[in-house]
């Protein structure tokens, strides 16, 4: 009897300690082994080098891996249950650059899969974060619109962007340091590399878009067209750049005019820091050792090549998806 009145005090604990389990409360909860997924682009057959029929470029593994995450490729074209598995077994999502079809392909059935299951978990108190670059910040205004509201712009270049007077009432730059902010607004730190854009005017139309994210940056494309460059889900941790976080001290295309300054190092490890941090408040873990091992990156080569547009690029044959 004695016993179980002692034990009264600890099982409340126990129970404090739960409730703190989740999203940001507490430190000493967060997972400090996150895995992040990123979901695969498919290759163009037509297209050289082709060595496979997706591919991840390396800069998105080593830009999270730079944040202290492992990573594991996302396959398209796979069965509902391969998603419900793998959503269960990772901490968060990338949805990276590329140009496949934004409504049709396989790339963008699968963002949406992966998009809905986020919605659900956050709504049920489990935080899943997503992330999405260039292509990918654009399959999330479409996944969120449920329609393609993008222009046709140019933009090609390194720019520092135009803060939104608002920007630090978002969680993305909420504690920017001075030095990032400085750099990310009087120097060419962003790498942009798109022929389609969100305009703000268009944004600020649509109800689905406006009222679920804030968006923090624009940018004008060089046909003078302007577009929203950072944005942010106002009630989920989803977060879009249009720009390329992981380019500047990853990527070394020959083409482009990418400069690899220490402020834009400084800034791509902020981003990775910031993400890599949201997907620590995830909880997910696969069944076992063993399972997780065997689905991260690291059992694939990345390779070389002289693309003009990734130095460095994983290939998979995983379903032959032809787009
Ligand atoms: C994928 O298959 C193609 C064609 O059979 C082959 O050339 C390529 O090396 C394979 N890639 C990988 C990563 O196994
Ligand atoms: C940024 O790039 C533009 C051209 O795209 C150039 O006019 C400007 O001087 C550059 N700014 C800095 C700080 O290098
Ligand atoms: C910032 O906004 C101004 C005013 O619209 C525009 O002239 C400029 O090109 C923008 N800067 C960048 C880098 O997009
Ligand atoms: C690990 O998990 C996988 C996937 O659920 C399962 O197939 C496998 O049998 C498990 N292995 C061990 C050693 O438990």
């Not at 649509?206 to 929203?228: C, H, P, W």
């Amino acid at each position: 009897m004695m016993d179980i009145i002692q034990k009264i005090p600890v099982a409340t604990i126990c129970l404090i300690t739960m409730i703190c389990v989740g999203p940001s409360i507490c430190d000493g909860s967060l997972n400090s082994r996150p895995i992040i997924g990123v979901l695969a682009q498919s290759s163009d057959p037509k297209s050289q080098p082709y060595y496979g029929d997706t591919y991840i470029p390396s800069a998105y593994v080593k830009w999270l891996e730079s944040g202290g995450a492992r990573v594991v490729p996302i396959r398209v074209r796979e069965s509902g249950e391969y998603y419900e598995k793998l959503f269960k077994s990772i901490n968060g999502v990338v949805f990276p650059g590329g140009d496949v079809n934004i409504v049709t392909s396989y790339f963008a059935k699968a963002a949406k899969i992966l998009y809905n299951m986020a919605l659900r978990a956050n709504d049920a108190g489990d935080y899943f974060p997503l992330w999405g670059t260039c292509q990918g910040f654009q399959q999330l205004t479409v996944l969120t619109a449920g329609k393609d509201l993008l222009s046709a712009l140019h933009a090609h270049r390194m720019m520092a962007l135009n803060l939104t007077h608002n920007f630090g009432q978002s969680r993305l730059f909420a504690d920017l340091p001075k030095y990032i902010l400085t750099s990310l607004i009087s120097y060419n730190v962003t790498a942009n590399h798109h022929n389609y854009g969100l305009s703000p005017t268009t944004f600020s139309q649509n109800q689905a878009l406006r009222t679920f994210y804030r968006f923090m940056s624009t940018n004008v494309a060089d046909n003078g067209k302007e577009f929203i460059s950072t944005f942010e889900a106002i009630k989920y941790p989803f977060y879009g750049v249009q720009w390329h976080p992981e380019k500047v001290p990853y990527d070394w295309d020959l083409n482009d005019a990418l400069t690899h300054t220490r402020r834009g190092v400084k800034v791509t490890q902020y981003f990775a820091d910031f993400f890599v941090e949201e997907c620590r408040k995830s909880g997910h873990h696969f069944p076992n050792i063993t399972a997780e091992i065997s689905t991260l990156i690291n059992n694939y080569q990345p390779h070389f090549t002289t693309d003009t547009r990734f130095q460095e690029r994983y290939f998979f044959n995983f379903t032959q998806p032809h787009f």
